[in-house]
């Protein structure tokens, strides 16, 4: 089944204590995406990637690294959590993104607070 | 700066009636723009999508149409199910390096039986 996956789904954390959230996809799709999703602000992206080893920032990248060694695999990495990253983080993908017709397919999400 | 609107923010309605959501963007320079929903705590699921280039795309008992000039997009649900309650969230893609989606904030669905 072609799908996107997070973990951890859920994460419980506190100020300052690094983590990494997981994404993967088996479509193998070269590009991915990370939003995060808050109430009254919606979704905004935080990074994304073209292919293997390119990277670049969206629009709230404060604060989060990511890396993309491999096709399948494009972690989120909080070096330093704060409170304020607390939030439902989201992985996507997509096989062409800039062509019109293109979709891009969302991970379940994994839910974050960071006390 | 691309900015989706979505309004109201929530709505309630009773079983079987027909019902129109609307989103307004204000940059008319998309690639295409897409309708998704989420049920509480779940991702997101892509219902439709219309490229620049298309007036609407429909699916089952969803329609989705596109007015780009105007920066308007609706989703028109018929006869709807308490099993459509979930937020519809309206996304467009613009022709930036990034790909990335613009969201609208949403609009929660509850279809009361």
């Known amino acids: 089944e072609a799908q996107v996956t997070q973990n951890p789904r859920y994460l419980i954390t506190v100020t300052g204590k690094k983590l990494t959230v997981t994404c993967s996809q088996n479509?193998?799709?070269?590009?991915m995406s990370w939003y995060r999703q808050d109430p009254g602000l919606g979704l905004r992206q935080i990074y994304y990637?073209?292919?293997?080893?390119?990277?670049d920032k969206g629009d709230v990248p404060e604060g989060y690294k990511v890396s993309r060694k491999e096709k399948r695999n494009f972690p989120l990495i909080l070096e330093s959590p704060s409170p304020n990253q607390t939030s439902l983080y989201f992985c996507?993908?997509?096989?062409?993104?800039?062509?019109?017709?293109?979709?891009?397919?969302f991970g379940p999400g994994t839910r974050l607070l960071v006390l | 700066k691309q900015e989706v609107t979505q309004i109201p923010a929530a709505l309630s309605v009773p079983e079987g009636e027909n019902l129109v959501l609307n989103c307004s963007f204000t940059?008319?320079?998309?690639?295409?723009l897409q309708w998704f929903r989420q049920d509480p705590g779940k991702g997101l699921t892509s219902l439709l999508l219309?490229?620049?280039?298309?007036r609407e795309q429909t699916s089952g008992r969803l329609n989705a149409s596109l007015d780009k000039s105007s920066g308007r997009s609706t989703l028109y649900i018929a006869a709807s199910q308490p099993g459509d309650s979930a937020t519809y969230l309206c996304?467009?893609?613009?022709?930036?390096?990034?790909?990335?989606?613009?969201f609208g904030k949403g609009i929660t669905l509850s279809v009361r039986p």
């Open positions: 990637s073209m292919n293997v080893e390119v990277t």
């Open positions: 479509m193998n799709h070269e590009y």
């Open positions: 940059d008319s320079a998309i690639y295409n």
């Open positions: 219309i490229q620049s280039s298309q």
């Open positions: 996304a467009v893609k613009g022709p930036g390096a990034n790909s990335k989606l613009t």
């Open positions: 996507a993908s997509s096989e062409y993104p800039r062509h019109p017709q293109e979709t891009q397919y």
